[in-house]
């Protein structure tokens, strides 16, 4: 039988590929890397530990002793635990980290890759058995873009691919074509609040993959939490890459974007 480590975060998204995976008959053995993972993994999981980022060689050895030769990683693990002294890092992560030439996120995340294939262990596709989730090109909502929000989602989709191929964030936020906040260290949902306060009502989300994104981690993707965000600060549209956004409880994004008439667009 098939056996994939899933490296969590927070988010649903853990709680998806879990779910999915034991529904083809794999073994799946998940480990909680941070606080707030979502406590239905360990239902879904056939094994769940936590063990924190900071414990590198621990969670390495941990895969191996349970014969796991293939992994994913998927959730919320923000760069900022690195730098506001969250975690503790082992000698083991500690060589990693003073190995790097910066600490942009390809770069972290390509250096745990090699780091875990000098274990053995493999880095899978993280939409692999979730494909399902990622939406088709269209409007996702009741409510159509307006003109105007369609000239923003158009600049802002450009604006974000932009800062994608320099790896500093995936997220923009947009009013009148004009940038309000750009994502960096703080996450999507934090740009969001920031950007949607400065434009003062109407702003315009745009998520998309990087240009030359690499499937193995860091795929963009949104829930509930994205739109709460938009709501918060009164954002009135989002658009999001079709075929590389992973949208997790789509039901309850749609519902909730609906109910406060905003539009979604996958594009």
């Known amino acids: 039988m098939r056996k994939v480590g899933l490296l969590a975060g927070v988010g649903r998204l853990p709680v998806e590929f879990a779910r999915a995976a034991s529904g083809m008959g ?15 993994l360990s239902s879904v999981a056939a094994k769940s530990l936590t063990i924190s980022l900071g414990e590198f060689d621990r969670i390495l050895k941990t895969l191996k002793e349970e014969g796991v030769q293939e992994v994913t990683m998927l959730g919320k693990v923000t760069k900022e635990l690195l730098f ?4 503790v890092p082992d000698d083991r992560l500690k060589r990693v980290l003073m190995g790097l030439k910066d600490y942009n996120d390809d770069t972290l995340m390509l250096a745990f890759v090699q780091e875990l294939a000098k274990d053995g262990i493999g880095v899978v596709d993280q939409t692999a058995l ?10 996702l909502t009741k409510r159509q873009p307006t003109e105007s929000e369609k000239n923003d989602m158009e600049y802002g989709y ?16 947009v009013k009148d074509k004009a940038v309000m906040a750009v994502e960096a260290i703080e996450g999507t949902d934090a740009c969001i609040r920031r950007g949607a306060k400065l434009a003062r009502g109407g702003a315009v989300v745009a998520k998309v993959a990087k240009p030359n994104q690499d499937m193995r981690f860091d795929v963009p993707g949104l829930g509930p939490d994205t739109i709460k965000s938009m709501v918060e600060g009164g954002a009135v549209a989002l658009v999001i890459e079709a ?7 789509r039901n309850k994004v749609i519902l909730l974007a609906d109910e406060h008439g905003i539009t979604i667009v996958a594009k």
């Open 26 to 40: 794999i073994t799946v053995v998940a480990i909680g890397l941070v606080p707030g993972v979502d406590e239905e």
């Open 84 to 87: 506001s002294g969250a975690i």
């Open 130 to 139: 979730i494909q399902a989730l990622m939406p088709a090109p269209g409007v």
């Open 158 to 173: 450009a604006m974000a691919k932009e800062i994608g191929a320099l790896d500093i964030g995936q997220t923009v936020v």
């Open 243 to 249: 075929g590389k956004t992973l949208l997790a409880e």
